[in-house]
């Protein structure tokens, strides 16, 4: 009996897996036109699983063993039960191999199970909570029905009770694991989550690359949308990418804003994006809600305006752009990206970004900073230092790229200690002076498309004037979008952070530097930084030479958190319970550090923002320039030697 | 029913940023604008007298205007004749204008004159319109200090506003792309009296001297806030016409206004 019931349960399953798949594409497809290798990325795709994928799945050890059994085991198990139960091949190596599988996928759901015997907050309930029941119900069951075949009982053991009870089994797992999968249950995330690695729309991230800066707006068509209004203006490979999240709470357990009691939640976010896909309420969500939102009372649908329906608006100005998200999602989903592109429609569209937010892009437009100081007044930070103008020398080595920073009075001293390190290292370098403008950094992560291409394009067009080796910035903002987001718009230049530039300058030998003598201290890593350009080794090398034993805090490197400063959140200055760089200042002080060491002005004003007492904050510029040394005698000699050459 | 929405029409101006002096909406004209877009909604028509070419027009129909009419003239044309022939046919109801150009002379004489001209009654310093009801309007308008005082105006007037009206509203690079400047020609007039006359930088006004004895925080925030206290003067009332003159040239006379 079972002969004849398990082909049919299976096709029957692979059927409805199928018609499913369709639905679920097409409704993807109602996004927007993505320029996507369509066969090269389905070739790419089964190494960016096992490698890119697992990459990030197995910094928790746990998991990624119980998941490589599981799905490793699955796979296995469904190609072999196909053809064995399916086609009917009973061949006994066959049977033994499908038994193996059923093992190892067992094994693993049970891990799944224990997991969720108490599921951490991170991880959505409701029917997640379903699956490891599923998973153990599949294996177990081909696992029975698979013995004669290998045989171990005979073919008519246990009579048409036990035949019965494996097709009720036998039904359960195929309908969650087949076309649970294509139907909206919790393994969809492995089909889309496929078809997502695919079709990624950062297909450099794959095989170690980054990719990080935002993808620029086509603003030379006036019928080309301003950022995303409803579900259906996003690409059609982000809406898939949304679908493809497994609900881990990962992006959740790392965001500021979530943490700080702001009405973040990036899991959230993606379902919401979810639900918009396919339409109707986020009643179902069984995860943490919004900070102060409870779950049931926003509804969307894919043509219907995402923002107050779906998602209210101080929910996407609570993001501080951090990354984190992005850096700790298994799945590898863009939330940044997806946060920005409604941003722009709110600001670009609708005119409503929230508290200072119009008045920042207003001093933008019309001086060039956001403050909006006069801008004859860029320069007036180094009134004294006889910086060299490049307007006069037209080329040079190092251009540095002072950033809004000059307008303020805490940054001036980290810019001056810079240019004091350059100087002692003879560095041939220039500043563009009253012809440098804001980088854009903020207009645009403010959804201000239109004036951040507009800085831009003029940024680009006063260092097209000058020559220049690379280009060196105390901020790594400015750092990140000169690096990594005018390229777009036809700037590309060499940029390296300060940081990395002074490491450059000790390893090379060309500052004389003595030891810090000012306490303990640990590192702060600024997110545009570290998870935007990768940059963690060179701060903590340029501490090391000062003789520096950094304290590293519980979140540093690629986990740093936010200071709260990025994205704009500062302007928009959405409420929480707590502030960012207060939460900050905690895992500063949990290291007992006496200073802790900057690299970016806005972490800088982040943290000295916090209330006393508390550690000392200095950027790594000052640490530096507070230990230079006179050059000695014969260091100086040499390079005289080397200017008459 | 919903009664008709006012027929409200806004003047507005190029203006200058005060830092960096480039071109911008004015703050005032665009505060204007915003008032007119809360009483009539989309149905404000918002007029200009000047160059149709200049981008920072722009930044008024991105508040949400999908147009923008624009008498062209050449710069340093007078600008009142043209509005006043425009604004007499125009039915407008309420026209709506900033209290000073930024650019410009600047003298802030424009919605006198032109309320002269029209032969209407000015408000100025309007914060708010309270309702209207049978061709009068009740409003509020803003005095010193935060005192509102609430004013019966007939239909049609012209109100000047200040600092004191709601501020506008961001300006969105979407509808400002997509908004119509719609140009008319009109006939050209000199302005005599700008064209003879020459400008000079202006110098900041002398500040009368506040010296603040306080010594508690407490005081010297009464200090701060509290009306200028002349001390002089007096309150006359139920006097005639004539006396009531004969004081103020009195008064002029003394403080040397006029010799
Ligand atoms: S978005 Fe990524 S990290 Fe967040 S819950 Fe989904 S899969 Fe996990
Ligand atoms: S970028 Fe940072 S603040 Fe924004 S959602 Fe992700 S983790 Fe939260």
Not at chain 1, 216 to 235: H, Q, R
Not at chain 1, 359 to 385: H, Q, S, Y
Not at chain 1, 476 to 494: D, Q, T
Not at chain 2, 229 to 253: N, P, R, T, Y
Request: proline share 5%; aromatic share 6%; with cysteine.
């Amino acid at each position: 009996m079972l002969n004849t019931l398990l082909p049919i349960l299976l096709f029957a399953a692979l059927l409805l897996a199928v018609i499913g798949a369709g639905k679920r594409f097409f409704m993807w497809r109602r996004g927007r036109a993505a320029q996507v290798d369509w066969l090269g990325g389905l070739l790419a795709m089964p190494k960016r699983y096992m490698v890119d994928l697992h990459h990030v799945v197995a910094r928790d050890k746990y998991i990624a063993n119980t998941h490589v059994a599981t799905a490793g085991g699955f796979v296995l198990a469904a190609v072999l039960a196909i053809v064995v139960h399916g086609f009917g091949m009973h061949n006994r190596i066959l049977g033994v191999a499908l038994l193996g599988a059923c093992a190892l996928m067992f094994v693993g759901a049970l891990f799944v199970a224990k997991r969720r015997l108490k599921p951490p907050s991170r991880l959505s309930k409701g029917p997640w909570m379903r699956l490891p029941k599923s998973l153990l119900m599949f294996s177990a069951s081909f696992f029975i029905a698979t013995l004669p075949v290998a045989g171990i009982l005979p073919a008519d053991f246990g009579g048409w009770i036990l035949a019965l009870v494996l097709a009720i089994g036998v039904a359960w797992g195929v309908s969650e694991l087949f076309f649970g999968m294509t139907w909206g249950g919790p393994m969809k995330h492995a089909f889309a989550g496929a078809l997502h690695l695919a079709w990624h729309r950062r297909a450099e991230r794959f095989g170690g690359g980054r990719s990080t800066g935002l993808k620029a707006l086509d603003l030379s068509n006036p019928n080309a949308p301003l950022g995303v209004e409803k579900p259906t203006d996003f690409t059609w490979n982000q809406l898939l990418g949304f679908d493809a999240c497994v609900q881990c709470g990962k992006c959740e357990a790392a965001c500021p804003a979530f943490a700080a009691g702001q009405p973040l939640n990036p899991k959230k976010l993606i379902q919401d994006m979810v639900v918009g896909l396919a339409g109707g309420t986020d009643a179902k969500f069984a995860g943490s809600p919004y900070p102060g939102k409870p779950v049931g009372e926003h509804s969307g649908g894919p043509h219907q305006p995402i923002v107050n329906g779906l998602v209210d608006a101080d929910t996407l100005w609570s993001c501080t752009t951090c990354r984190a998200c992005v850096e700790e999602c298994p799945m590898m989903i863009e939330h940044v990206d997806a946060i920005v592109d409604m941003r722009r429609h709110l600001t670009l569209e609708k005119g409503a970004t929230p508290n200072k937010g119009a008045e920042v892009l207003d001093n933008l437009i019309a001086t060039d900073n956001p403050g909006g100081f006069n801008p004859g007044g860029r320069l007036n930070w180094a009134a004294d230092l006889n910086l060299t103008l490049l307007s006069d020398k037209k080329n040079c080595d190092v251009l540095f790229w002072v950033g809004d920073g000059a307008f303020d009075m805490r940054n001036q001293r980290t810019l001056r200690a810079f240019v004091n390190v350059l100087k002692a290292a003879n560095v041939d370098f220039a500043v563009l002076g009253l012809e440098e403008r804001d980088s854009g950094d903020v207009a645009r992560r403010l959804g201000d498309e239109a004036t951040f291409q507009s800085l831009a394009k003029r940024n680009i067009a006063t260092l097209g004037k000058y020559s220049f080796k690379r280009i060196v910035s105390c901020d790594p903002h400015s750092f990140h979008v000169l690096k990594n987001e005018y390229g777009a718009l036809g700037g590309n230049y060499e940029v390296l952070h300060h940081s990395t530039f002074i490491a450059e300058l000790i390893a090379a030998g060309k500052l004389n530097l003595g030891q810090h003598k000012g306490g303990s201290v640990t590192y702060h890593d600024p997110c545009y930084l570290g998870r935007y350009n990768g940059e963690y080794e060179a701060p903590r090398d340029v501490l090391r030479a000062l003789g520096i034993e950094v304290k590293e805090m519980q979140r540093s490197g690629f986990r740093s958190r936010c200071c709260g400063g990025g994205g704009g959140a500062p302007i928009t200055d959405i409420p929480g319970k707590q502030r960012i760089p207060d939460m900050r200042m905690v895992d500063i002080k949990e290291t007992g550090a006496e200073l802790v060491a900057v690299g970016c002005p806005q972490c800088t004003a982040m943290l000295e923002g916090v209330v006393e007492p508390r550690p000392q904050i200095k950027d790594i510029a000052e640490l530096v320039a507070d230990v230079l040394l006179e050059a000695p005698a014969a260091v100086a000699v040499k390079r005289v030697v080397e200017e008459v050459q | 029913m919903q009664p008709k929405p006012l027929n409200v029409l806004c003047l507005v101006s190029i203006g200058a940023h005060p830092t960096s002096g480039r071109a911008r909406r004015a703050e005032q004209d665009a505060r204007a604008v915003e008032l007119g877009l809360r009483l009539a909604g989309e149905q404000v028509q918002v007029l200009h007298a000047g160059n149709a070419e200049e981008e920072a027009l722009r930044a008024y129909l991105g508040m949400g205007l999908s147009e923008l009419s624009v008498l062209q003239q050449p710069d340093g044309a007078d600008a009142l004749p043209v509005l006043f022939d425009y604004l007499k046919d125009s039915g407008a109801q309420l026209v709506l204008t900033g209290s000073q150009a930024e650019t410009g002379e600047g003298s802030g004489m424009l919605p006198y004159l032109l309320a002269e001209q029209l032969g209407w009654p000015l408000v100025v310093g309007l914060a708010e319109v309270e309702k209207v009801e049978n061709g009068v309007a009740q409003v509020l308008q803003a005095l010193p200090r935060g005192q509102r005082r609430r004013l019966q105006v007939r239909l049609p007037f012209l109100a000047s506003v200040d600092n004191a009206a709601p501020v506008a509203r961001q300006s969105a690079f979407g509808p400002a792309r997509r908004g119509t400047l719609w140009t008319d020609e009109v006939h050209v007039l000199d302005d005599d009296l700008l064209s003879n006359a020459s400008f000079q930088p202006a110098r900041p006004r002398p500040k009368r001297l506040k010296v603040i004895k306080a010594k508690t925080g407490a005081e010297r925030m009464k200090a701060a806030t509290a009306k200028a206290a002349g001390g002089g003067g007096q309150v006359l009332k139920d006097v005639s016409a004539q006396e009531g003159a004969e004081a103020i040239f009195k008064l002029l006379l003394e403080e040397g206004v006029i010799r």
